[in-house]
């Protein structure tokens, strides 16, 4: 899965150990800075433009997935 | 006056000047925990087309130690092979022989820490592009408020330095809360960057690349015009 793809780059994570309940603030990798990157990563690669108000409420990566879905990207 | 705290990454990606380019003064945050995993010591480049990720190597590095405590462990093996990856990439590029000096420059030393590498990176970067903003280093300049908690040490640097904004990169909307930062008197904002394209060599666009990669192919006004498109939420 590309989304996986980019948050083992991103984050340093191996793409198994990745699930839903995944806390982007708890992983090894994080700090603010990278995941600001992750954030235009993932705009680039699905060629989005996030709402702010959108973004900044997502903690983990079942909560992106909805978030990817409500902006109509159907392949991860 | 805004205020912006972070970790020093070398050779960063554009965001992170983006983030400079909106404070008046910036802080490199190094007297807090090295990330193994993370951007303080390596980024992209483009090679043959794709994203090739290169290392500052480390003398014992830890997620135990502070940044300012980890060693670099470059030496002119290291260096020239470097500086070969970078010939062999981006020779062809428009700002090759302008770039490729900063770069030498950054990474010519003797012993060091890879905070004070990382730091180097980005301000003669940002000398090169004529950015204003002042540099401050927290252990040198705030380290009595080492102790506090993470909000109350950001908060507490943004007010010594006379700031009344403190922004972050917009990762950082989970840790901190813009009521709290309110009651302390500080306003608190996110950047969100906005990524433009630019032209490479013949490859389809590869972005979130080191800064390297951007001044490479854009010229300084160009480069400039790139890092002022962000927004402020």
């Known amino acids: 899965m590309k989304l996986y ?18 806390v982007f603030l708890e992983l090894d990798g994080w700090d603010s800075m990278a995941h600001m990157m ?13 709402e702010g108000d959108d973004i900044v409420d997502v903690s983990n990566v079942g909560e992106l997935k909805e978030l990817l879905k409500k902006y109509n990207v159907s392949e991860l | 006056m805004k205020i912006a705290i972070v970790q020093p990454y ?37 090679i043959n087309g794709s994203k090739n990720l290169f290392s500052i190597p480390l003398i014992k590095s830890s997620q135990n130690k502070l940044i300012n405590e980890i060693e670099v462990a470059i030496d002119q093996n290291w260096l020239s092979g470097f500086l070969k990856k970078i010939e062999l ?3 062809k590029a ?18 060091t820490f890879i905070s004070t590498l990382a730091i180097k990176s980005v301000i003669l970067i940002s000398e090169y592009l004529e950015m204003n903003t002042e540099f401050k280093i927290s252990s040198q300049n705030f380290s009595d408020s080492r102790g506090l908690e993470k909000a109350n040490r950001l908060i507490e640097i943004t007010k010594k330095l006379g700031g009344d904004t403190y922004v972050n990169p917009i990762g950082g909307t989970e840790l901190y809360d813009k009521d709290y930062f ?8 996110f950047i969100k960057p906005q990524i433009d394209t ?36």
């Open chain 1, 5 to 22: 793809e980019i948050i083992s780059e991103t984050f340093g994570v191996n793409q198994s150990d990745i699930s839903d309940s995944t």
């Open chain 1, 38 to 50: 992750f954030i235009t990563g993932l705009e680039e690669e699905y060629s989005i433009d996030f």
């Open chain 2, 10 to 46: 070398i050779f960063p990606y554009i965001g992170y000047f983006q983030l400079i380019n909106e404070v008046d003064t910036f802080v490199f945050y190094d007297d807090v925990n090295f990330i193994k995993k993370g951007w303080i010591h390596r980024n992209n480049l483009l």
């Open chain 2, 89 to 91: 990439a981006y020779k």
């Open chain 2, 94 to 111: 428009p700002n090759y022989d302008k770039v490729v000096e900063l770069i030498k420059n950054t990474l010519t030393v003797e012993k």
């Open chain 2, 182 to 189: 309110s009651s302390q008197h500080i306003k608190l904002q």
């Open chain 2, 198 to 233: 630019y032209k490479q060599f013949e490859n389809q666009f590869i972005e979130g690349l080191s800064i390297i990669d951007i001044l490479m192919f854009n010229s300084k006004e160009e480069s400039k015009k790139l890092i002022s498109n962000y927004s402020i939420i």
